[in-house]
């Protein structure tokens, strides 16, 4: 992953964290004036509570999913660089092994000679 998709992916990653946090304030004062509207028997009960309902429904994961969604979406590219670096790591193994037992092979066939 080039340093540019990575520094995207922690963008997206750092704005979805604060998404989250954000709806996760939200609901907690929705919560807050919920109480306060029932213990003062307020007449905008119905419609706060109608309003957090639909919000719950809109916003059920309050973007943890797109968190979610954006980790899995880097940690996918790291694993595959690290897939893509092994196996040229073991190419590369392979061929001097391969070269050393071609070698090892041709010095014994030649030994008696």
Known sequence: MND???K???EGIRLAIKMYSFIKWLKLLLACVIC???FMDSSWLLEVIVFAV???LVLPLGF????VEKLLEYNAHAIEERVLLNA???TKAFVK????INDLYTK???FGK
């Open 4 to 6: 540019l998709q990575e």
């Open 8 to 10: 995207l992916h922690d």
């Open 36 to 38: 306060v509207a029932y």
């Open 54 to 56: 639909v919000f719950m």
């Open 64 to 67: 943890f999913d797109t968190y």
């Open 88 to 90: 040229a790591e073991s």
């Open 97 to 100: 092994f391969s070269k050393n």
């Open 108 to 110: 014994f066939n030649n």
